[in-house]
């Protein structure tokens, strides 16, 4: 079975810094996409970063664009999201997702893109103090 297990969150600081870990095992494949989301109530599920851990190619929202930093260890089995200078408005619930039918890491961030998963992670809280 695919599992995919995200851990890191917590609060910090704005101004702060936070790694996030997504560990994915059950997957036929080592080539996947693979997306971190963030989601607030009432607000729509939102693509934060995203990479293919087949070629590297890595992809942001303009929101958080210079500060975070997704990337994949030598196994491609765990992804992880760096977030530097973090704002209180970074406070969400995030969630990475993974899928290897995705062919581009780039459909994962416009609007609607985590219709594309079909594998996800549980949420991992991350509170930003003013």
């Known amino acids: 079975d695919v599992q995919l297990q995200a851990s890191g969150g917590g609060l910090v600081q704005a101004g702060g810094s936070l790694r996030l870990s997504c560990a994915a095992s059950g997957f036929a494949t080592d080539d996947y996409v693979v997306a971190w989301f963030r989601q607030v109530p009432g607000k729509e599920r939102e693509g934060v970063a995203s990479i293919s851990t087949g070629d590297g190619k890595k992809y942001y929202a303009d929101s958080v664009k210079g500060r975070f930093t997704i990337s994949s260890d030598d196994a491609r089995t765990t992804v992880y999201l760096q977030m530097n200078v973090l704002k209180p408005e970074d406070t969400a619930v995030y969630y990475c997702?993974?899928?290897?039918?995705?062919?581009?890491?780039?459909?994962?961030?416009?609007?609607?893109?985590?219709?594309?998963?079909?594998?996800w992670g549980q949420g991992t809280l991350v509170t930003v103090s003013s």
């Open positions: 997702a993974a899928d290897p039918h995705i062919i581009h890491a780039i459909y994962a961030l416009p609007s609607g893109g985590s219709r594309l998963f079909r594998f």
